[in-house]
């Protein structure tokens, strides 16, 4: 356990980011998971709505430093050509 009045305040804000980061991650996976579900399920009017507010939030993650811009760009791009194959295979 930290002693000195700077760890002690140290310690206190590692906390604090720790459950933001937490969070932020979290909300990450939420979106990822349910994008996935509505790919798995084939819901093509539901897909695209899906796909924005995944890509934002992978942009918002970025941002944040939950995860590397590349990191997100490989997985908008992987979704991507998931939901677009998903959308044609309803389409035909």
């Known amino acids: 356990m930290a002693n000195h009045v ?3 305040k140290r310690a206190r804000q590692t906390e604090s980011k720790t459950a933001v980061n937490r969070a932020n991650k979290s ?3 939420g979106t990822l ?4 579900e509505a790919i ?8 695209t709505q899906a796909y924005r507010e995944t890509v934002s ?3 918002k993650s970025v941002q944040k430093g ?3 811009k ?3 760009s490989r997985y908008k791009s992987r979704l991507n050509a998931r939901v677009k194959a998903a959308s044609a295979k309803k389409a035909a």
Do not use: E, M
Not at 33 to 36: A, E, F, I, N, Q
Not at 40 to 47: F, W
């Open 27 to 29: 909300k990450l996976r």
């Open 40 to 47: 798995a399920k084939g819901d093509a009017q539901n897909l």
């Open 6 to 8: 700077s760890s002690l």
């Open 66 to 68: 939950v995860i590397h």
């Open 57 to 59: 939030v992978l942009d």
């Open 33 to 36: 998971r349910s994008l996935r």
């Open 70 to 72: 590349n990191t997100a």
